[in-house]
């Protein structure tokens, strides 16, 4: 069965870095999109950034220019860099898997539709 497990979460203060990490298993890993999800307190889950099975990579406005996301398709292992990290970055993020792959070029690719398979999230906590 897929399944998607995070690390890396923690506290940090404004301007510092974290890097995530989620290894997949259970499935094709080179074959699917990836893609990095957050959500705050109160809010709703949004996308942070997808890299493709053609290695595209998309982000949202509100991280282009601070977070990187990478992927090791030889160890399953999915990565999102944050530097520049600030309090609104403040929320558990997810790792989750693609309905399909070669995907992180369409409008949609941050879309939480189109993934279908979530990790169980890890907390990434910036204080000011």
């Known amino acids: 069965q897929v399944q998607l497990v995070e690390s890396g979460g923690g506290s940090v203060q404004a301007g510092g870095s974290l890097r995530l990490s989620c290894v997949a298993s259970g499935y094709t890993y080179s074959s699917y999109s990836m893609g990095w999800f957050r959500q705050a307190p109160g809010k709703e889950r949004e996308g942070v950034a997808c890299a493709d099975s053609v290695e595209y990579t998309s982000y949202a406005d509100s991280v282009k220019g601070r977070f990187t996301i990478s992927r090791d398709n030889a160890k399953n292992t999915l990565f999102l860099q944050m530097n520049s990290l600030k309090p609104e970055d403040t929320a558990m993020y997810y790792c989750?898997?693609?309905?399909?792959?070669?995907?992180?070029?369409?409008?949609?690719?941050?879309?939480?539709?189109?993934?279908?398979?979530w990790g169980q999230g890890t907390q990434v906590t910036v204080s000011s």
């Open positions: 989750a898997r693609a309905l399909r792959g070669a995907s992180c070029h369409t409008p949609w690719s941050l879309n939480e539709n189109e993934y279908n398979f």
